[in-house]
C-alpha cells in the first residue's frame, strides 16, 4: 500500500470526523451530515477515499467548497513535529509533506526526493526542506521549505544551491523518445502532478518562469520533440510563455503552448481537485492558441475551427471585434468537385493545414466593435435600497490601466445606450456594434451562472455569511481569505466586499503576546476590564445570539489617568491608528446613526460627552444615554424611510459594543444603569517608570501591534468556546454575593469576566491567578453597581442635603421653607427658588438640567408631577379682592413647583 492511503487519507479522515464544529458522520464511502461553514445546514460531505475537497450539498442556494488543506490549516502544518525524521525513515517529514499536503502517491515518486534542511541566513533557525536533485554529482538542487510559517516569514517558498540556468529537473528514471512530447511547467512538484495522471505525461520542471531550460532541450534536440510550455497562469508566467516561444522558435523546435487559467491555481492544485485530464489539457490547448494568435484574424480562425459559427464576436488586444465567416465559400473551396468525368474525387483540404487557413482568409470579414474589452465580473447587490448592477473590469486597447466600473441594466438594454455609458464612465470608450451584436455579447456575459457579490455598508463581521469583511482581508471560521483579483472575497457561491471607504482597518501588523506584562503594569486592572470588553466586542454578535446581550462598558477617569492611551493603543491593536472614538455631542442625528452603523463586531467608542469643564453650566448640553438603551440588545439604531419603497423602512440594527469614555459618570435612569459595567481610572497604581511605559504604547501603531485583530479573529472559535464555559462559571459566582440581587447586573460583569478567561488564547502570560484576580475585580464592581442604584444619584442626594440645610437656615416658624405643599405627604419645591437660596447662603448650585434628569428616577423621594402650580402654605400677597369689613384679602402666592413624596 502506499503512503498516502496508509497514513495520508486516514490521517484527513480523523482529522474531520474530529473536528467539532464540522459534525461528520461516517456513511459508508462517504463522511456526511457535516455542518457547512457558509449555510449552517447539515449537508456538508467529503469522500473518505479522495478526502481532499469538502462540499455543501445544497449546491443551488448554497454551494460552498473548500479544500481540506483550507479548512484544516492545523491539519497540514508542523509536520517536523508530527512526523519527525527517523534512522529508519529519513525522509519521513517530506514524505509526509508531499502524501498528505500535496496528496501524493508516494510509490509513484520514491527516489525523486530526500529530506533537507536550510538555515535561515544570519540566524540559528532551520526549517525542513524536500530536496530535489537537479544534477547530484555536482551538487546542485531546489528544495521546497515545508513549513508555511517559515515561508511567511522569510518570504519565498525554496532555495536553489548551485548554478542552474539553462537546466530543468526530472525524475531520476526520465527519458524522451523520437517524436514524444514533454510538458515545461515551472516547478518539480508540478511536474509530479503530471505523474500522477490516468496517462502520465512526461514533465520537466524549469524551476521558474524566467528560467528557459536551453541545455536540457539542446540534449534531446532531433529527436522531433514537441515541447508543450504548460507555465502558471498568471502575469509572470504568460510572460515567460511567450519568451520561450521565441527561444524555441530560434532553436528550430516543435511547440504547443498551454494555457492554465489565471485563478492562482497550480498544476497539483488541479490533480488534487480531481480536474487534471485530457479532457482539461486539450481545452487549455485550445487556450494556448488563442493566447499566441498573432492578430485578429488567426484568433478568428482558431474559434472557427473548433465552433465552426458563421458569425461571433471575439476579443483582441483589448478591443471588441465582430466577425462573418463565409461558410459557403469556405466549404467549396476545401471540398473542390470533379473537373471532368472519371477523374478520381479530389482529397478534402483540411482547414487545419496552410492550405485550408489561406482558404479561410478569403473568405471572412472582421470587425471593430470598440475600443475596450469590457469583462463582466459579479453582479452586485444593494440589499438595502434594492439595487443591482453589473461590474464590469474595463481594458482598454490603447494601454490605458483597466478601470472597475458598474452599469445599470439599462446600459446593456441597447447598443446606444452601452456606447453612452462607456463615454460617460470609463476613459474614452465606445461602442459602434448594432443590436445583434450587444445580444451576443451579453449573451456571453449573463448566459452562464452570474457570481453574486453583496455590498455592505460597514466593516467587520456579516451576520449573513459569518465572515468578518475588512477593506484588504476577510475572515471565515478563523481562515484568512485573500481579496481575489476582482475586487471582493469568495464566501460560498456568493462574494462579499465592504463599500465603506471613510474607515480603513489593517488587519496585517505584528502581534507580540508579551506586551501583556507592561499593559498591566500601565493600566492595571481597569484597563484588564477594558482589553477583556474589547475582546468581547469582536465577537459581540455571536454572544447576543447565545445571551440575547451584552454590556455597555463605562471608561472614565480624571484627567491624565490614561484612557486616551489605552483607547487609541487598542484601537492600534485592531488596525486603525489616530483613532480614540468620536464625540457625539458634536455630530447630527444623522451622523450619530452612521458613526454607530460603521463598524460591526468591533467597539463604538463614545468620548467626552460630559462637557464638564469646570464652568457652572458646562453641562448645559449633555448627550442622553438612554437612547442607547436599545443598544444592549443589538437592536436598531435609528429608523429611515427608503426611497421609491412605499412604507417601507430602514432600521440598521447596533452591530457593535459600547464603550463610553468620559470625566464624569453616566447619569441616567436606572435601566440604563444596569446595563452598564463601570470602571474609573484613576493614578493610584502609578509607579516610578510608569510614565515611561506609557509611552511605549503611545508609540505603538498597527503596523507593529495590529496582528492583534488577525490573532483574535484566526482564534474565533476557541475563545468562544473558553468565554462559553467562563461565562457559566463568572455568571455563578457572582450570582451567589449577597451584595448582588440584580440578576442583569451579575449577567453583564460575568460577560466581561469570562473574557478575561479568553485572554489565555491569546496571552500566555494570562495566568489562572491573573484571572482569578480580575475576576476578583470585575465582582467588585457589580456589587458597586449593585449599590449605586440602591441608592439616590450623588447629584440628588446633594440636592436634598441642600433643601435640609436652607430649611433648616430660617427662622423657626418657617420651617420646611422651601416646601410650598399643604399637603403632610407631599414635598413641592420651586426650583428657581431653590437655585436662588443656594446662591444666598453659599451652597454649591448644581447643574440644573442635569439635576432635572435625575430628580426623575430619584429613590428617596419619588417624583408625583413637575412643573405643577401650588398655592404656597408661605408667601402671600395682597389680592384686589376686598372681605366683609372692606380690607383686602390675603391671597397664597402661586410657584410652579417639583412634587415629590415625602
Known amino acids: 500500500m502506499t503512503y498516502r492511503k496508509d497514513i495520508g487519507v486516514e490521517e484527513v479522515v480523523r482529522a474531520l470526523l474530529a473536528e467539532s464544529s464540522l459534525q461528520f458522520q461516517q456513511q459508508g464511502e462517504y463522511l456526511r451530515k457535516g455542518i457547512c461553514p457558509c449555510c449552517g445546514k447539515k449537508e456538508l460531505f467529503i469522500s473518505t477515499e479522495k478526502p481532499w475537497k469538502v462540499q455543501c450539498g445544497r449546491l443551488n442556494k448554497c454551494g460552498w467548497s473548500s479544500s481540506t488543506r483550507e479548512l484544516l490549516p492545523d491539519l497540514f502544518a508542523d509536520f517536523a513535529t508530527k512526523y519527525p525524521p527517523t534512522e529508519k525513515d529519513r525522509n519521513a517529514t517530506a514524505s509526509a509533506y508531499l502524501g498528505i499536503d500535496r496528496g501524493f502517491d508516494l510509490s509513484k515518486i520514491r527516489g525523486w526526493y530526500e529530506q533537507g534542511s536550510f538555515q535561515r541566513p544570519r540566524s540559528n533557525e532551520f526549517t525542513p526542506t524536500v530536496r530535489f536533485y537537479i544534477d547530484k554529482g555536482a551538487g546542485i538542487w531546489m528544495e521546497r521549505f515545508i513549513d508555511n510559517r517559515f515561508i511567511q516569514k522569510i518570504g519565498r517558498k525554496a532555495h536553489f544551491q548551485g548554478a542552474h540556468k539553462g537546466m530543468a529537473w526530472t525524475p531520476p528514471d526520465f527519458s524522451l523518445n523520437e517524436g514524444d512530447r514533454c510538458f515545461l511547467v515551472e516547478g518539480c512538484i508540478h511536474a509530479a502532478a503530471m505523474y500522477h495522471m490516468k496517462e502520465p505525461k512526461n514533465a520537466a520542471a524549469c524551476l521558474s518562469s524566467g ?40 532553436m528550430g523546435e516543435k511547440y504547443e503552448v498551454l494555457l492554465l487559467p489565471d485563478n492562482g491555481m497550480d498544476w497539483d492544485d488541479y490533480y488534487r481537485d480531481g480536474r487534471l485530464t485530457d479532457t482539461f489539457i486539450n481545452d487549455r490547448l485550445y487556450h494556448g ?24 464576436t471575439l476579443d483582441y488586444a483589448n478591443a471588441l471585434y465582430s466577425a462573418e465567416v463565409y461558410t459557403d465559400k469556405i466549404e467549396g473551396e476545401l471540398s473542390p468537385g470533379k473537373k471532368e468525368d472519371g477523374e478520381p474525387e479530389p482529397e478534402k483540404i483540411d482547414l487545419g493545414s496552410e492550405q485550408g487557413w489561406n482558404i479561410f482568409m478569403r473568405h471572412h470579414d472582421v470587425d471593430k466593435l470598440s475600443n475596450t474589452l469590457p469583462r463582466f465580473l459579479y453582479m452586485e447587490i444593494d440589499d438595502v435600497m434594492g439595487e443591482q448592477y453589473y461590474v464590469f473590469e474595463i481594458h482598454y486597447a490603447n494601454g490605458t490601466a483597466p478601470d472597475i ?14 456606447h453612452k455609458a462607456l463615454l460617460n464612465k470609463t476613459r474614452g470608450g465606445v461602442f459602434d456594434g448594432d443590436f445583434k451584436q450587444l445580444k451576443s455579447l451579453r449573451d456571453r456575459w449573463l448566459g452562464k451562472r452570474m457570481r453574486m457579490v453583496s455590498s455592505i455598508p460597514f466593516v467587520g463581521y456579516d451576520d449573513k455569511t459569518k465572515a468578518y469583511v475588512f477593506q484588504d482581508r476577510a475572515y471565515l471560521n478563523g481562515k484568512e481569505l485573500e481579496m481575489n483579483k476582482d475586487g471582493y472575497f469568495d464566501v460560498g457561491q456568493r462574494g462579499i466586499k465592504t463599500s465603506l471607504m471613510g474607515t480603513h482597518i489593517v488587519t496585517e501588523g505584528e502581534f507580540d503576546p508579551s506586551w501583556l506584562d507592561k499593559y498591566i503594569t500601565a493600566f492595571h486592572y481597569q484597563g484588564m476590564v477594558l482589553l477583556a470588553f474589547w475582546v468581547g466586542s469582536l465577537f459581540v454578535q455571536q454572544v447576543r445570539d447565545r445571551h440575547k446581550s451584552f454590556p455597555f462598558l463605562e471608561f472614565t477617569g480624571e484627567p491624565g489617568a490614561g484612557k486616551s492611551t489605552a483607547l487609541e493603543f487598542l484601537w492600534a491593536c485592531c488596525g486603525r491608528d489616530d483613532w480614540e472614538g468620536f464625540d457625539i455631542m458634536k455630530a447630527t442625528v444623522a451622523g450619530r446613526r452612521r458613526a454607530m452603523n460603521q463598524v460591526s463586531n468591533m467597539p463604538v467608542v463614545l468620548i467626552e460627552s460630559d462637557r464638564d469643564n469646570g464652568s457652572p453650566d458646562a453641562k448645559a448640553k449633555q448627550f442622553d444615554f438612554d437612547l442607547c438603551k436599545p443598544f444592549f440588545n443589538g437592536r436598531g439604531t435609528g429608523t429611515l424611510g427608503i426611497a421609491k419603497r412605499g412604507n417601507d423602512i430602514e432600521e440598521s440594527p447596533f452591530r457593535s459594543a459600547l464603550i463610553i469614555s468620559q470625566n464624569a459618570e453616566v447619569d441616567g435612569s436606572e435601566a440604563l444603569l444596569q446595563r452598564v459595567v463601570h470602571v474609573h481610572v484613576d493614578k493610584r497604581h502609578h509607579k516610578p517608570g510608569s510614565r515611561d511605559i506609557a509611552r511605549w504604547f503611545e508609540k505603538q501603531n498597527s503596523k507593529t501591534v495590529g496582528g492583534f485583530l488577525r490573532k483574535a479573529l484566526k482564534n474565533e472559535r476557541k475563545i468562544l468556546e473558553t468565554y462559553e464555559q467562563a461565562f457559566h462559571h463568572f455568571e455563578d459566582l457572582f450570582s451567589k ?73 430660617r427662622e423657626a416658624d418657617t420651617e420646611e421653607f422651601l416646601n410650598h405643599s399643604n399637603k ?66 390675603w391671597k397664597p402666592k402661586v410657584h410652579r413647583c417639583w412634587i415629590f413624596k415625602r
Request: aromatic share 8%; net charge positive; with cysteine.
Open 737 to 809: 454575593s449577597d451584595k448582588i440581587r440584580n440578576e442583569r447586573i451579575a449577567k453583564n460583569h460575568a460577560q466581561v469576566a469570562a473574557f478575561g478567561k479568553a485572554l489565555q488564547i491569546m496571552f500566555p502570560s494570562m495566568t489562572d491567578e491573573r484571572v482569578a484576580k480580575l475576576g476578583d475585580y470585575i465582582l467588585e464592581r457589580a456589587e458597586a453597581r449593585e449599590q449605586r442604584l440602591a441608592a439616590d444619584h450623588p447629584l440628588v442626594e446633594q440636592f436634598w442635603e441642600t433643601v435640609q440645610y436652607i430649611n433648616n437656615a
Open 824 to 889: 403632610h405627604e407631599q414635598i413641592a419645591i420651586n426650583l428657581n427658588q431653590y437655585r436662588k437660596e443656594c446662591l444666598h447662603q453659599g451652597q454649591e448650585l448644581p447643574d440644573m438640567n442635569q439635576l432635572k434628569k435625575l430628580l426623575k428616577h430619584g429613590k428617596r423621594h419619588k417624583l408625583i408631577a413637575s412643573g405643577k402650580n401650588v398655592s404656597s402654605r408661605w408667601e402671600k400677597y395682597k389680592s384686589s379682592d376686598l372681605d366683609e369689613s372692606g380690607k383686602q384679602i
Open 211 to 250: 528560467n528557459f531550460p536551453s541545455l536540457f532541450i539542446e540534449e534531446h534536440s532531433g529527436k522531433n520533440i514537441t515541447w508543450v510550455i504548460a507555465l502558471d497562469g498568471d502575469k509572470a508566467g504568460r510572460k515567460g510563455t511567450r519568451r520561450f516561444v521565441r527561444m524555441l522558435q530560434e
Open 405 to 418: 466600473v458598474r452599469l445599470e441594466g439599462t446600459n446593456i438594454t441597447s447598443p446606444d445606450a452601452l
Open 289 to 312: 492558441k488563442l493566447f499566441m494568435a498573432e492578430n485578429v484574424h488567426e484568433k478568428a480562425y482558431y474559434m472557427y475551427m473548433r465552433n465552426g459559427y458563421r458569425t461571433f
